[in-house]
């Protein structure tokens, strides 16, 4: 059985970097031809994807995001991580790791002082 749970601390600071790990566990991130994806949803909105990380290591990110963005993996530990560096409160979201079909609960990512 794939699942997949988001980790990491759920409150920032502003101008502080986010940082979250993905935990994949039943399926290699190392398996050809898949992605590993970081989604967003902030309140009242749609689903924003931030970026992904393939299985050879190749990291692509939304244009609007690249900046500020980071998507990096441990292949021994079966995770992959998303750094936000320059957190605003627009940044506040529900963050959600992703590969194939399967998704994490979400976590939820606040931005206060």
């Known amino acids: 059985q794939v699942q997949l749970q988001e980790s990491g601390p759920g409150l920032v600071k502003p101008s502080q970097t986010l940082s979250l790990t993905c935990t994949v566990s039943?399926?290699?991130?190392?398996?050809?031809?898949?992605?590993w994806i970081w989604i967003r949803q902030a309140p009242g909105k749609g689903l924003e994807w931030i970026g992904a990380i393939a299985s050879d290591g190749k990291t692509y990110y939304s244009p609007s995001l690249k900046s500020r963005t980071s998507i990096s993996r441990d292949t021994s530990r079966n995770q992959f991580s998303l750094q936000l560096t320059s957190v605003t409160p627009e940044d506040a979201a529900v963050c959600y790791c992703?590969?194939?079909?399967?998704w994490g609960r979400g976590t939820q990512v606040i931005v206060t002082s």
């Open positions: 992703a590969g194939g079909n399967f």
């Open positions: 039943g399926f290699s991130i190392t398996t050809r031809y898949h992605w």
